[in-house]
């Protein structure tokens, strides 16, 4: 019943339940935006980029997700949204230039989502 309101754009605050007002912030949260499905994989991967300063900058990521068009790593340190890396591993076949999404601490990492408009250069297997 919560759903069918929310998807006509009827009001909810009259029902006065924290559990309706829950399952609605869900549901949002639940949108998924992405043109393409992400995967889970895993690999070590190089990433280059310019910090704020305009300093080159190397570090290792453990990939945990991908799609053609973006993947979620995990650094250790803290990467500014929109800062465009370089990620080119020829033995995932992942290669592009990407934009950083959003960088948030997850125990004791920086998971950083990157969109690659060009695309990663991955394919799923059963599109191969």
């Not at 070590?44 to 799609?67: K, M």
């Amino acid at each position: 019943m919560v759903y069918e309101q929310f998807a006509r754009g009827t009001s909810l605050s009259h029902s006065g339940r924290a559990a309706d007002c829950l399952e609605v912030a869900n549901l949002i949260r639940k949108n998924e935006h992405r043109r393409y499905a992400r995967q889970p994989l895993t690999a070590r991967l190089r990433v280059l980029w310019e910090d704020a300063d305009g300093q080159s900058r190397v570090c290792t990521a453990d990939l945990v997700n991908i799609s053609i068009e973006g993947m979620k790593i995990l650094v250790d340190v803290q990467m500014a949204p929109r800062t465009y890396v370089t990620v080119n591993d020829r033995k995932c076949g992942l290669m592009g230039r990407g934009s950083v999404r959003y960088c948030r601490f997850e125990k004791g990492k920086y998971a950083v989502g990157l969109e690659f408009s060009g695309g990663t250069g991955w394919h799923a297997a059963s599109d191969s």
